[in-house]
């Protein structure tokens, strides 16, 4: 069986869009031009920040899958909305209890959901 190791979000300036995932990561990309931006995270994961322009077939609008963040705990989730905030993401849902824990949703430049959670100790 094949596991995905890679994902791919369609961006309008890889060189621009890296200057916010450079600090939602907390890591500069391994490779960057004007077209693409690799980051390769610490378990081996990889995000690529391809040019919407030149994908092939075109992608459709942003907004149907969201990166997930896994927090500890509900402060650390306060704390990265504050962080997102200042960093002027758009949040499209401010932090709020659900069935699977607190939770916060920013969005990109580009649309591209980032989601931030604490799991409850007992998910119903």
Do not use: C
């Amino acid at each position: 069986m094949t596991s995905p190791s890679y994902a791919l979000l369609a961006v309008a300036d890889p060189r621009e869009s890296t200057k916010i995932y450079n600090r939602l990561l907390g890591l500069e990309p391994v490779e960057l031009s004007d077209t693409f931006a690799l980051y390769v995270l610490p378990t081996g994961w990889k995000l690529g920040l391809w040019k919407k322009d030149g994908m092939e077939p075109k992608p459709l609008a942003p907004g149907g899958s969201e990166l997930a963040f896994n927090l500890p705990d509900r402060s650390d989730v306060d704390r990265l909305h504050a962080e997102w905030s200042d960093l002027g993401l758009v949040i499209v849902q401010s932090p709020t209890e659900l069935d699977f824990g607190y939770t916060f949703v920013a969005a990109d430049s580009d649309g591209h959901r980032l989601r931030a959670f604490a799991l409850s100790e007992s998910p119903t």
